[in-house]
């Protein structure tokens, strides 16, 4: 019998050598990435095409060197994405993240910790929840509020539904939302991310569980609205839950009336959740969290740390008052896991159970540059805003929106072209990247500041664009 093993393969582990040249090879080419974007179109540029027919070429039967792949595949994606580390990138809520935030998912890499569990983790896993219990306590919370990082603010307002409906019935972890008299509801606003009616068929209470609420004139929740549709839902023998909230709406960056809503769920029982993904980074800011006035009554809340805190995607949070509920919510007890301890291991007390080491990001960020450093960051963000706002104003744009954070709802002046129009001019140009959004009953012109190096500069280029576009 032949008791030879075979030598690893080095393409895939290799020396000590080898792995050297190739990390070295990796920070080469992407040392000057922000320079090299910066004199790039924003939008993609790829040839699709051509991009598929080379990608028919690997058919993975032979090898090739690493060398070789890794410039091709940061070359096709310089042509094929939307280069939201750009400086003229005024698009979504995904910013150029932070260095510390790049190394941070290195070395996480390196070490690639499962961090299901604090026993086999306990370095990770204490990273994470000291950073979760200091953001929580920045919004005010109270000392003892948790909670864990998540994918993303979907994921995150999940866990806050899972959570309401499991404080709403003892029964509802054991049968479902068949321990409810009548029909679950919970409460958003017509402007809030829609995510939420995802979130109902996830849960299985259903998408008409989802009450949308109509908005004030500045795009805020109606909390009149908000009260009423809690009384008549409970007269008509519905069984209402959650009234969610949102700090930031996604097309405007409307903040809902925080306190208001947060008395109206407390006077009619509900959990009262706030969705603050983007805006939730103003509570860096002494000058800017006032705004978020509220938010620290709240049972859960949501951030996203690849948001507005600027560390790379996929790096949400889930902050309650209520991390002994979090613990029953996600209870489970298997012999194959080293531990089960509620409120330690993040595999009882989330919706995930493999989980890569996602707070580090924001650790390392928040380490190097304190709050006074994020506070900085959001405040400038405001500060180039209101100098687009001035800008294009002066040239008769009109701005729909009056949101205190980072976007703009901008409307032409008259005789211009439509907003689409513009915006597919603006992109085609590849001097900036906006988008279209809805807000006011019609198409706006959306422009958000999101880089931490975008520059007085940059705005000009955007104002030039919009007006050569118009």
Known sequence: MDDHVIAPDPALFP??????????LATELLAGLPERLAGLPVAPT????GARAALEGFDFTAPRPLEALLPWVIGLLEQGVTQITHP???GLFNPAPTLPAQLADRIAAAFNPQLASATTSPAAVAIEAH??????????????????FTTGGAEANFTALICALTAAHADFGRIG????AGQPMLYASADSHLAWLKIAHQA????????????DGAGRMRTDALAEAIAADRNAGAVPVMVAATAGTTAAGMIDPLPACVAIARQ???????????????????????????IAEADSVTIDAHKWFATTMGCGMFLTRHPALLSEAFRV????MPSNAAGIDPYVTSVQWSRRFLGLRLFLSLAAAGWAGYAAHVERAVALAALLRRQVEARGWQVANDSPLAVLCLRPPAGAAEPAAIVRSVLASGAAWISVATFGGGQVIRACVTHGATSEADVAQLVAALEAAR
Not at 46 to 49: E, G, M, R, T
Not at 132 to 138: G, L
């Open 333 to 336: 007890s298997t012999g194959y």
């Open 204 to 215: 299985g209470i259903g998408r008409d569980a989802v009450r949308l609420l109509p908005t």
């Open 88 to 90: 003229r990138y005024f």
């Open 15 to 24: 020396n000590s050598a080898m792995r050297r040249d190739g990390e070295a």
């Open 177 to 180: 939302a068949r321990a409810f």
């Open 131 to 148: 950073t979760i219990r200091a953001v929580a306590a920045r919004a005010g919370m109270p000392t003892g509020s948790g909670g864990h």
């Open 46 to 49: 790829l040839d699709l095409a």
């Open 268 to 294: 009619a029982g509900l959990w009262c959740h706030v969705d603050a993904a983007w805006g939730g980074a103003a509570i860096a800011s002494d000058r800017l969290r006032p705004l978020l006035a509220g």
